[in-house]
Each structure stands twice: as structure tokens, then as C-alpha cells.
């Protein structure tokens, strides 16, 4: 007739001793002094965990100190240059190599460190209207050479005489075999008496050396601005920055991870 047991039976007007023996104990199977054969409960159940409210395993109902994880810090993108695979906590620090210059054909606005590979900028027409047009221009630098009658043509930008007075078909007729059929002025082959512009030929200028970053295949004149890649680490964070080079390589990145109980550490990555 004990009302703590759990066989207790109030309707019951004698002991009949089926209530079990008084063990206190811990009862509840997830506490760490879980005492299996306990029949009553001692209200003094401990639970292991970890107690450091910093840490990220943090337990607010543990009363017994078990085994914390630190935090450590770093970049959890595995896409970036500077992901750390032992990391738990993102420091937003993440770096992305790839072409930081706007104006470049392959500007990445995503990455926050210059690989040195933009794509290089060949100036030059980018009309392909105009005769001194090549595909390979990739910068517009206002020389584009397009024939026309100026006072009627407003794309012109150089007039034609023979444009303007309808006798270009006649000077075609006329044609002689040892001339070149260029009717712009500012061609190497310029003909003054020219029906046409399909066989002007220009003087492009730009970098000639074959192993230069900016190597212009059509140049034939050099334009003394030839730059070519050294390798090395771009990152002025790094601890290796290497002020001369051109192209990503081999950064090293240092900085601190916090943990717990104030110890603090340096990693060093290798990008």
C-alpha cells in the first residue's frame, strides 16, 4: 500500500506485498547514472554533455561536463580557393579566383581574387561593316574605316567621291590590272581612282611575340606593349603575396580559429 510504487493500488484496503523493495536510484535510462534496478525514482538523475556555451555541441541540460566541439573557422565552400575541409563554421572569408576587370570579355563580378587569366583586350574596329574590321578586336578603339558619301551617309566616316556622284561603276570598267581596288586614303594600298575597298590592306598594330599573353596573330607592327605571365600569389592577404606576379599560384592563407575555453590557433591553407 506504498502510493510511491507504481504498482500501488488505492482502491486496496490491506498490503497483500506485491510492492517491490524501496531502491532508490536514477530511472531514467538516458541519464548517466542510470541505476537499472532502482524502484524509486532519487531525483538526482545526471546527464553527461558539454557544458561550454560557446562551443557547438552545447548542452543546456547537461550537469555533468562531457566532450565539447570547438569552433573552427573557415571557408565551407569546397568551390573556393581557400576551403578548409576541417572547418564547422563559416567565417565568411571565402575566396574565388577568376577575372576581376570589367571590361574583360570574361569578367567573372563573382570573383573576389584576380587569377591573372583575363582574357587579354585587343583594340581595334569591331564593326564588321567597315573594311579594316577583324574578328579578333574585342575593344573598340573609333578606327573603323567605313566608305561612304559623308554629306549623305551618316555611318560614313570617310566621304567617297565617286559615292557621291554615282560614278564608281564607271571607274570599276576602268580598273587596271597592277593597282589595288581601295578607295580608303588611310590603307597602305590606297588608289585614288579605286571603285571599291575589298583589297585595302591596314597596318594592324599590337603584340608580335608568339609567347606574349596578348599576342596579336594579325600584327605586323609592334606596339611595344607585349606582357607576358608570371606566376606567383596575387593575394596581398597571403603570407607568400608576391607583388610582381600576374597569374594565381600557390597562396598561402593564414588566419586564427577560434575554440573554446580561449585557445586559439593558425592554420596555414595552401591555394
Known amino acids: 500500500m506504498d502510493s510511491r ?10 498490503d497483500d506485498g506485491s510492492c517491490p523493495p524501496a531502491l532508490f536510484g536514477c530511472m531514467h535510462s538516458a541519464a548517466s547514472n542510470y541505476r537499472a534496478l532502482a524502484t524509486l525514482e532519487d531525483g538526482a538523475c545526471a546527464y553527461q554533455g558539454c557544458i561550454d556555451s560557446s562551443a557547438l555541441n ?5 550537469t555533468l561536463p562531457g566532450e565539447c566541439v570547438g569552433v573552427v573557422a573557415g571557408c565551407l565552400d569546397s568551390a573556393a580557393l581557400n576551403f578548409y575541409e576541417g572547418a ?5 572569408n571565402c575566396a574565388y579566383g577568376g577575372c ?3 571590361v574583360r570579355p570574361n569578367y567573372d563580378p ?4 584576380d587569377d591573372g ?3 587579354p583586350l585587343f583594340p581595334g574596329c569591331t564593326n564588321s561593316l567597315a573594311s579594316n574590321y577583324e574578328p579578333v578586336y574585342n575593344q573598340d578603339d573609333g578606327s573603323c574605316r567605313i566608305a561612304g558619301c559623308t554629306a549623305l551617309n551618316t555611318s560614313a566616316t570617310f566621304n567617297v567621291p565617286c559615292l557621291c556622284s554615282g560614278t564608281c561603276a ?5 580598273k587596271l590590272s597592277s593597282t589595288d581596288d581601295c578607295w580608303d586614303p588611310s590603307a597602305n594600298n590606297y588608289w585614288s581612282n579605286a571603285s571599291g575597298g575589298s583589297e585595302c590592306v591596314y597596318n594592324p598594330s ?3 611575340n608568339s609567347r606574349a599573353s596578348n599576342y596579336l596573330l594579325i600584327a605586323n607592327t609592334d606596339d611595344g606593349g607585349c606582357t607576358f605571365p608570371v606566376y606567383g600569389c596575387t593575394d596581398a592577404t597571403a603570407t607568400n603575396f608576391n607583388s610582381v606576379a600576374t597569374v594565381l599560384e600557390g597562396c598561402v592563407a593564414t588566419y586564427p580559429v577560434i575554440l573554446p575555453l580561449t585557445v586559439t590557433l593558425t592554420l596555414t591553407l595552401t591555394l
Do not use: V
Open 5 to 14: 510504487f507504481h504498482a500501488f493500488n488505492p482502491s486496496a484496503t490491506y
Open 58 to 62: 552545447y548542452d543546456h541540460s547537461a
Open 88 to 92: 564547422n563554421t563559416a567565417n565568411g
Open 100 to 102: 576581376t576587370e570589367s
Open 110 to 113: 563573382t570573383a573576389t581574387i
Open 117 to 119: 587569366l583575363c582574357t
Open 170 to 174: 564607271a571607274r570599276r570598267r576602268r
Open 206 to 208: 599590337g603584340c608580335t
